[in-house]
């Protein structure tokens, strides 16, 4: 089975401009959830998603927004980037949207803001 | 509210030496509890949970974790460390109820020396 894609790997954007990234989750999973990671505050959540649904929201802005479609994929907008936005953008996926399933990560999209 | 705690930031052992990796944890009611290990440039690989039943629990390359629940204490542990060990770890814990993210540890870089 493919794992957990994330695009694009790499970009780089000025402050003030908007961003979508984008996660297409492992055949089958149902659930994906969004971290940003930077050395000094970790690996932080932005959101979780179950079938097309918001089940889970981080502590982060407004500016930060996502959703999931009817085939799993999701997608995550930054609007009006900022210096501090930038960091390594996960997307993970898991079976179901229960506790006890795993979660399996993709690669990262690493964001630069300039 | 839940949380996680990994007090070392690193730890360093010598190939063929047992490894301890410490997570203590804080939730409301049952805790679900994972390990992930992430090397440069990766993402989070998923290594071993605890859901229920035997406190220890044995996962990927060797790994193995002992669920403490009177310490609150979910360690990572290998009786034998390779070089190839080294990576960033991250403790992560979800309660039962599935109402909560999952919430990650600050992260602990063990480093194998030959």
């Known amino acids: 089975k493919a794992g957990v894609t994330q695009t694009p790997r790499y970009l780089i954007k000025t402050r003030g401009q908007q961003v979508t990234l984008s996660c297409s989750p492992i055949?089958?999973?149902?659930?994906v959830s969004w971290y940003q990671q930077t050395p000094g505050q970790g690996l932080q959540f932005l959101f979780e998603?179950?079938?097309?649904?918001?089940?889970n929201k981080g502590n982060f802005p407004g500016r930060f927004s996502g959703r999931q479609f009817s085939n799993s994929r999701s997608e995550m907008n930054v609007s009006t980037l900022e210096l501090g936005d930038s960091a390594l953008y996960l997307c993970?996926?898991?079976?179901?949207?229960?506790?006890?399933?795993?979660?399996?990560f993709g690669p990262g999209t690493r964001l630069t803001v300039t | 509210a839940q949380s996680v705690a990994q007090p070392e930031d690193q730890v360093n052992v010598a190939e063929g030496n047992p490894l301890t990796v410490k997570c203590t944890y804080s939730v409301s009611g049952n805790p679900y509890l994972f390990w992930y290990v992430q090397y440069p440039n990766r993402g989070l690989q998923f290594l071993l949970k605890y859901i229920t039943g035997d406190n220890l629990v044995k996962g990927s390359y060797g790994f193995e974790a002992e669920f403490n629940k009177s310490q609150t204490s979910f360690h990572l542990k290998k009786p034998s460390a390779l070089v190839s060990d080294s990576a960033l770890y991250f403790c992560?814990?979800?309660?039962?109820?599935?109402?909560?993210?999952?919430?990650f540890g600050s992260g602990t870089r063990l480093q194998v020396q030959p």
């Open positions: 993970a996926s898991s079976l179901e949207g229960t506790s006890t399933y795993e979660q399996y």
């Open positions: 998603y179950f079938s097309e649904t918001q089940r």
């Open positions: 055949s089958g999973h149902r659930s």
């Open positions: 992560a814990v979800r309660d039962a109820t599935g109402r909560r993210a999952l919430t």
